[in-house]
């Protein structure tokens, strides 16, 4: 398959996974960081941007369903990475927030990811790094209409209705 200038895709992949396979070695990130399922850090990272939230609100944001992420939130509250914090006025209301060693393993994970960042954004221009934004706003986006639609349809997004309990 090609694009209109001539460029062949299956070339195109097969040079970018020769050129960044040394990214999927375990050396290169935190050997931690791989002892967790795309869910769980998911959800780790939900945490680490809104400080906590409830079951149905991580539901909603990693697409699965109340039983998964039960699952989730149990195999991170053994890593002790989160914890359960119930509500004083409704006891059945259940607050999800991360543990302290969990915010300095983000935050170590971060420090990594930035530092690479820093590198690449310092042999760029300032007009590369501007189109590299757009590429990657264009590309993005065709990701994401791409899985909203199953063979031509538009997909039906499942709403959560919240009930609120006196």
Same mark, same amino acid.
């Given at each position: 398959?090609?694009?209109? /200038? /001539?460029?062949?895709?299956?070339?195109?992949? $097969? @040079?970018?996974?020769?050129? $960044?396979?040394f990214l999927l070695f375990p050396d290169q990130w935190s @050997?931690? $960081?791989?002892?967790? @399922?795309?869910?769980?850090?998911?959800?780790?990272?939900?945490?680490?941007?809104?400080?906590?939230?409830?079951?149905?609100?991580?539901?909603?944001?990693?697409?699965?369903?109340?039983?998964?992420?039960?699952?989730?939130?149990?195999?991170?509250?053994?890593?002790?990475?989160?914890?359960?914090?119930r509500s004083q006025q409704d006891r059945r209301i259940v607050? =999800?927030?991360?543990?302290?060693?969990?915010?300095?393993?983000?935050?170590?994970?971060?420090?990594?990811?930035?530092?690479?960042?820093?590198? =690449?954004?310092?042999?760029l221009t300032e007009e590369e790094r501007k189109s590299i934004?757009?590429? $990657? @706003?264009?590309?993005?986006?065709?990701?994401?209409?791409? /899985?909203?639609?199953?063979?031509?349809?538009?997909?039906?997004?499942?709403?959560?209705?919240?009930?609120?309990?006196?």
């Open positions: 398959m090609t694009l209109e /200038n /001539n460029i062949n895709l299956e070339e195109l992949f $097969f @040079s970018c996974i020769d050129k $960044f396979k @050997s931690v $960081f791989l002892d967790y @399922s795309k869910n769980e850090i998911l959800v780790l990272l939900y945490l680490s941007k809104y400080k906590n939230a409830n079951m149905t609100e991580l539901s909603e944001y990693i697409n699965a369903p109340l039983n998964t992420v039960t699952g989730v939130i149990g195999r991170l509250e053994k890593k002790k990475m989160i914890e359960r914090i607050q =999800i927030t991360l543990t302290n060693k969990a915010e300095e393993f983000i935050a170590e994970q971060k420090d990594k990811i930035q530092y690479y960042f820093e590198k =690449i954004c310092g042999v934004a757009d590429i $990657f @706003s264009k590309i993005t986006k065709v990701l994401i209409e791409g /899985n909203n639609k199953t063979n031509g349809e538009t997909q039906v997004v499942k709403k959560v209705k919240k009930i609120t309990i006196e």
